[in-house]
């Protein structure tokens, strides 16, 4: 012959605990408030972490992921070698797949002070000063993400013909105090003339030619004695830097690669893994410490909720109910509270972080992931809360039960 309570059925404690859960809205909606809170509070912490991170990984991208430089060490003294680099090297690194833009890059010989002047004679009223002066191929506006602000940039023609042009960066226009170039003004490089045919500004890479004078290659070869570039300046499509940083050298000098020195941004997924990991421990912690005082709430109210149903505990018990059965009802309502909470604050904390998105005018970062773990996680944070006043009630005897509910 079977116990009373082995005939206790299923459906009747599911039924309880509905009951125990909706004759009390207001008292069952404040203990979900605290669940609310904290999955809401954690949902939006981990999805802005995310969104930031994102946000900070794509500026990356766009500002330093794409640039390569190629450089070539300076030749001894009375060395005969022939050059690692020459003036051709653009044109054999952009055949590169993934490569958009290539400008090769030569500085004054050292030890060589070559004075800029916007007037040949020294004037005090006419602007002048001792100012870099570099050669560059055509391309290089394009490998340092410039603009030609005013007039233009010398082309494959004016290299050819040796022309005696120049282009300022917009910094050194100003120190010269040229602005317009209407009347084809010239500078005076080591009191040699060159006709200013540009400005370049807004240059985004290798900013110090802001505040230099840039001449065709073959100019400075010529008028100054510039000798072959030191530098190639490669600008690439996306991803494709870590490709280009390994072909670039052989396309640059074949058979002597391993004497150039390569730069190359990190590795976008390290970099995006790195800060998308610090971000989401920082926020991680915040959103925890919110859910464990969610926890504690319910693990209050539903012990509170125990002493005032001690009366119906006793009663149940006397009516065939075992202890495993009124744990399980207790249980059931905490962890029906906290998967109610979760529910209820993942969708509250997806709409936060398209909020907080939207407010920044950044792209919401929404880990589907994370929206289905939430009410499973509300479900086991009700589940651990009310394990404790669970087993009290358990503990309770029938008689006890009914003497302390009179």
């Known amino acids: 012959m079977s116990r009373p309570g082995n005939r206790y059925d299923p459906r009747d404690l599911v039924a309880e605990t509905l009951i125990g859960l909706l004759t009390r809205p207001l008292r069952s909606a404040l203990t979900t408030l605290g ?87 020294d004037d005090p009223a006419r602007a002048g000063a001792s100012i870099p002066v570099v050669a560059a191929t055509t391309g290089l506006p394009g490998a340092v993400r410039g603009t030609v602000t005013a007039g233009r940039f010398f082309d494959a023609g004016m290299v050819a013909r040796h022309d005696r042009v120049a282009v300022l960066g917009d910094q050194a226009a100003a120190l010269l105090g040229i602005r317009d170039l209407g009347e084809a003004p010239a500078v005076f490089v080591d009191g040699q003339p060159f006709t200013v045919i540009g400005i370049l500004g807004g240059i985004g890479r290798e900013q110090f030619l802001a505040a230099t004078v840039i001449l065709p290659p073959t100019t400075a070869h010529d008028r100054l004695g510039f000798g072959p570039p030191g530098r190639v300046l490669i600008t690439t499509a996306l991803g494709a830097a870590a490709q280009v940083a390994g072909q670039a050298p052989v396309a640059l000098a074949p058979g002597r690669s391993a004497a150039l020195t390569v730069v ?44 005032e149903r001690t009366g119906e505990i006793g009663l149940r018990r006397a009516l065939g109910a075992a202890r495993r059965h009124i744990a399980y009802q207790f249980l059931l309502e905490s962890t029906g509270v906290g998967l109610v909470g979760g529910v209820v604050g993942a969708s509250l904390g997806m709409l936060g972080v398209v909020a907080v998105s939207a407010a920044h005018r950044w792209t919401p970062v929404l880990d589907l992931r994370l929206a289905l773990a939430a009410p499973v996680a509300g479900a086991l944070v ?3 809360a009310g394990v404790y006043p669970a087993v009290r009630a358990a503990r309770r005897e029938p008689v006890d039960a009914l003497r302390a509910g009179v």
């Open 382 to 384: 009700g589940l651990a």
């Open 264 to 307: 190359a941004p990190p590795s976008l997924e390290r970099a995006r893994k790195g800060v998308a990991g610090d971000t989401d421990a920082l926020f991680l912690i915040l959103g925890l410490v919110s859910l464990v005082v969610g926890a504690v709430g319910i693990a209050n109210v539903t012990l509170v909720t125990v002493v």
């Open 35 to 121: 669940t609310v809170l904290g999955i809401t509070t954690l949902v939006i912490t981990l999805g802005v972490a995310a969104t930031a991170a994102d946000q900070i990984t794509t500026r990356f991208d766009a500002m330093t992921a794409t640039t390569v430089s190629v450089t070539a060490p300076a030749p001894a003294a009375g060395s005969t070698d022939l050059p690692l680099l020459d003036w051709d090297g653009p044109e054999q690194v952009t055949r590169l797949a993934g490569v958009t833009a290539a400008a090769a890059l030569a500085e004054a010989p050292a030890g060589h002070d070559l004075p800029v002047r916007a007037s040949a004679l």
